[in-house]
């Protein structure tokens, strides 16, 4: 007997694709939760040498003596201080993203020109950095971890424990100090995205295909999403209700929703695979991924419900037609 493959099995393969993977995302971020913790010297919100041993402060500290005025001043002063460190000072060029990928670029100075003061009148001009953008990936939270650079070297702050102590009474405690260890990505650390250094010639190109891309998104969802919606509205309106024509489109409609999410998981995992040298355990997808699909999900599930009653109905209509 020869199985026929049809819609129906197409859609429902879909949302049992998705309900697994999400579950299986679900528990490995379970599953990685991080212990209780204490840590050698303090907090971790106490930013004192105590805490980093003889690593001072990434950025200097502010007293909150301060006139208000003041304290906004220097406070915004040491933010651009930083992303011009950091290489993310948004300066130059344009960017384009379609959300699991984007390109970017930002201005940056030496540590030491600007610890010096050597910007602006003083003749040194900062360099044009570009990257591509990662939104989807961002630093792990579980441990408090700071990202830097310093003389042209990124760097994370972060905790490293050497032993662990498993109490009956208290649970589990681990102890060790803060060091900067290097990595091979740069990060935005006001968007909360990795960025991927790259040179000028490679963020044109990926300009125009990105662009490109977006372009054919956009006309596609018109086309199929929003033309059909305005199609099958229209086509009720008249008294055509359960058609073939209104079937196929929610059955499109359907499709798109419940692929969608799992498509761009998928390209958000791509995208480690692909730049898989510049991925440390640093990074982690941000939740905003997860929770940026819910949307998709709901109008998938509501047009998966619709298309399935716009089907019955299509096959009582015919029948009685039949008997008539």
């Known amino acids: 007997m020869r199985l026929k493959f049809t819609s129906d099995h197409l859609i429902n393969g879909l949302a049992i694709l998705f309900f697994c993977f999400s579950l299986s995302v679900i528990l490995s971020s379970e599953m990685s939760g991080s212990t209780e913790t204490i840590i050698v010297g303090g907090s971790p919100d106490d930013k004192t040498d105590e805490i980093y041993g003889n690593l001072k402060p990434v950025d200097p500290e502010l007293s909150q003596e301060l006139p208000h005025s003041q304290y906004l ?19 130059v060029g344009a960017s384009v993203g379609i959300g699991f990928i984007a390109t970017s670029s930002g201005l940056f100075y030496n540590n030491g020109y600007i610890d010096r003061g050597y910007i602006g009148g003083s003749g040194v001009k900062g360099e044009n950095r570009f990257y591509i953008k990662l939104p989807g990936w961002t630093l792990k939270e579980d441990d ?13 702050r972060k905790a490293v424990w050497h032993s662990q102590r498993v109490s009956k009474k208290n649970g589990s405690f681990r102890k060790g100090n803060y060091e900067d260890v290097p990595v091979p990505f740069r990060y935005d650390s006001e968007e909360k995205s990795v960025l991927i250094p790259v040179d000028q010639n490679t963020t044109k190109i990926l300009y125009f295909i990105l662009c490109f891309i977006a372009l054919i998104f956009v006309a596609s969802y018109l086309y199929f999403i929003i033309a059909g919606i305005i199609k099958l509205l229209i086509d009720i309106s008249r008294g055509n209700v ?47 991924v997860y929770e940026s699909q819910w949307e998709n999900i709901v109008m998938g599930i509501i047009a998966l419900l619709i298309f399935k009653a716009f089907k019955q109905g299509k096959k009582i209509q015919e029948q009685q037609d039949l008997t008539i």
């Open 73 to 91: 001043k220097l406070k915004d002063s040491i933010k651009n201080s930083r992303e011009l460190k950091d290489g993310v000072f948004r300066s």
């Open 144 to 156: 408090y971890r700071e990202f830097f650079v310093r003389n042209d070297t990124a760097f994370v």
């Open 242 to 288: 359960f058609t073939d024509n209104n079937i196929r489109r929610l059955r499109i409609v359907t499709i798109v929703n419940l692929l969608f999410p799992v498509l761009i998981l998928f390209l958000h995992f791509l995208m480690k695979l692909v730049f898989w040298k510049h991925f440390t355990n640093d990074l982690v997808m941000s939740k905003s």
